[in-house]
């Protein structure tokens, strides 16, 4: 089994930041990508910001709305993700969901796997 546990959810007034923690746990054998979708109420679920592992770089991709005021990083050795989120703004109001791509042993093939979510709310 394996779960990601999310933190740093809460409410913020518009400008404000929060910092969101993803820490993953359980049968990991590695970890080739975590990251962080959204979801905000009637739409569909969108990526934030992922890394991935690439050897001796990670790649980061973030979505156009949150370039240059969300920052992600990565604890290899703790298996955690953070999101720190700048300049907050009212649209950034969702739910906000933790992934990882991950192998949980050396002879099963990579899997999908979900936080329970965590609230960010943003009032203007």
């Known amino acids: 089994q394996v779960q990601l546990v999310e933190s740093g959810g809460g409410l913020v007034q518009a400008g404000g930041s929060l910092r969101l923690s993803c820490a993953a746990s359980g049968s990991i054998f590695s970890i080739n990508r975590m990251g962080w979708y959204r979801q905000a109420p009637g739409k569909q679920r969108e990526l934030v910001s992922a890394i991935t592992s690439g050897g001796s770089t990670d790649y980061v991709d973030y979505a156009d709305s949150v370039k240059g005021r969300f920052i992600i990083s990565r604890d290899n050795a703790k298996n955690t993700v953070y999101l720190q989120m700048d300049s907050l703004k009212p649209e950034d109001t969702a739910v906000y969901y933790c992934?990882?791509?991950?192998?949980?042993?050396?002879?099963?093939?990579?899997?999908?796997?979900w936080g329970q979510g965590t609230q960010v709310t943003v009032s203007s």
């Open positions: 992934n990882a791509e991950l192998i949980r042993s050396a002879w099963e093939p990579e899997s999908d796997h």
